[in-house]
T-cell receptor, first 111, second 112 residues
C-alpha cells in the first residue's frame, strides 16, 4: 500500500491570490491524479499529473487556472490560481496504479 | 462517460443494524472502488473489486459485472461507521489510464 500526504490540510485565502498544494507519496507510483470536491458534490477529476511531461486536463479545467507539476514519481503540486470564492472546495490527490490511494485532502476556503 | 448512481443518498440507522449501500454504473469498467470519506474530507479506500465478493472485518462488497451493480454491506453497524461512502469506477484503459468516476456518495449516520 501507499501513504499519501498533502500540505496544507486547510487554508483560507483571499480572492485573487494563488495557493499551491503539495502531494507526497511514500512510494513510487506511475499515476497521480488531482480531484476537486465542491460542497455537496461528488469528486471531479481535474487532471492526471504526468511525470516529466505536461498534465492532462479534463474538460472544464485549464492549465492557466490549475498548473500542475510532477517532477518525480513520488511528488506533485497543484496550484489554484487567481482564486475566487467558487474555488472553495476540497482538493484531493490520488496515486497508484491498479490500487488507488488518496491523500487526506486540502480544504480551501476563498473569501 | 460512465454514470455512477448510488442509493440511498442518505441513510440513518440504529447501532447493530445491517446496512446496504448500492451502486450502479452505465459502462463497462475494469474495477470498482468503495471509498469512505470522513467529515474532514480525507478518503480511505475500502475495497477494489473487479468480480465477486470481498470481505474485510464487518464490511462486505459484492459486484455483478453483468448487471453493472455493486453493493457495500456493513454488518453489526456502529456509530464509528458514520461517514460518506463513495462508489467509484475505473474505466477500461485505452492509451492511458484515466481517473476514477465517482458517485455522489451515501451519507450514513449510525445512531447509538
Amino acid at each position: 500500500s501507499a501513504v499519501i500526504s498533502q500540505k496544507p490540510s486547510r487554508d483560507i485565502c483571499q480572492r485573487g491570490t494563488s495557493l499551491t498544494i503539495q502531494c507526497q507519496v511514500d512510494s513510487q507510483v506511475t499515476m497521480m491524479f488531482w480531484y476537486r470536491q465542491q460542497p455537496g458534490q461528488s469528486l471531479t477529476l481535474i487532471a492526471t499529473a504526468n511525470q516529466g511531461s505536461e498534465a492532462t486536463y479534463e474538460s472544464g479545467f485549464v492549465i492557466d487556472k490549475f498548473p500542475i507539476s510532477r517532477p518525480n514519481l513520488t511528488f506533485s503540486t497543484l496550484t489554484v490560481s487567481n482564486m475566487s470564492p467558487e474555488d472553495s472546495s476540497i482538493y484531493l490527490c490520488s496515486g497508484g496504479d491498479s490500487l488507488r490511494f488518496f491523500g487526506p485532502g486540502t480544504r480551501l476556503t476563498v473569501l | 462517460k460512465n454514470e455512477v448512481e448510488q442509493s440511498p443518498q442518505n441513510l440513518t440507522a440504529q447501532e447493530g443494524e445491517f446496512i446496504t449501500i448500492n451502486c450502479s454504473y452505465s459502462v463497462g469498467i475494469s474495477a470498482l472502488h468503495w471509498l469512505q470519506q470522513h467529515p474532514g474530507g480525507g478518503i480511505v479506500s475500502l475495497f477494489m473489486l473487479s468480480s465477486g465478493k470481498k470481505k474485510h472485518g464487518r464490511l462486505i462488497a459484492t459486484i455483478n459485472i453483468q448487471e453493472k451493480h455493486s453493493s457495500l454491506h456493513i454488518t453489526a453497524s456502529h456509530p464509528r461507521d458514520s461517514a460518506v461512502y463513495i462508489c467509484a469506477v475505473s474505466p477500461f484503459s485505452g492509451g492511458g489510464a484515466d481517473g476514477l468516476t465517482f458517485g455522489k456518495g451515501t451519507h450514513l449516520i449510525i445512531q447509538p
